[in-house]
């Protein structure tokens, strides 16, 4: 899946896979996933080097990323909300989102990435 949409960005890939019998998941990493992502202390920093997953995974979300805004780790997707439950990957292209971000830490939510 990822390899077909290696045209989206060369500077970052990430995979996280479910299993929603367990609840249980795996965030992982990939040979275009910068060396500060590994391991950097976020719920979605991937520990260890995608293989073919096993038949225990039922849902797959896979990323490729041209760093444009957000140059740090902390822009590595896909990524959780704090608690782990929520899951996003996507282009990143919310164009007015300093206006949503200002509003939204006014509401009370905090931010990892830039």
């Known amino acids: 899946m990822?390899?077909?949409i290696m045209h989206r960005g060369p500077d970052?890939?990430?995979y996280a896979l479910f299993d929603i019998h367990s609840e249980s998941y795996s965030v992982l990493y990939?040979?275009?996933?910068?060396?500060?992502v590994i391991g950097a202390g976020?719920?979605?920093?991937p520990v260890h080097r995608f293989k073919y997953?096993?038949?225990s995974f039922t849902i797959g979300l896979a990323h490729r990323r041209l760093s444009?805004?957000?140059?740090?780790?902390?822009?590595?997707?896909?990524?959780c909300d704090e608690t782990g439950r929520y899951w996003i990957?996507?282009?990143g292209e919310i164009y007015n989102f300093k206006d949503i971000r200002d509003e939204l830490r006014d509401a009370g939510y905090s931010f990892f990435s830039l």
Do not use: C, V, W
């Open 2 to 4: 990822a390899k077909m």
């Open 12 to 14: 970052d890939e990430g």
């Open 30 to 36: 990939g040979d275009d996933t910068p060396r500060d």
């Open 42 to 45: 976020f719920h979605y920093s």
């Open 53 to 55: 997953p096993s038949e």
């Open 68 to 79: 444009i805004i957000d140059l740090t780790s902390s822009g590595h997707q896909p990524m």
């Open 89 to 91: 990957t996507y282009n």
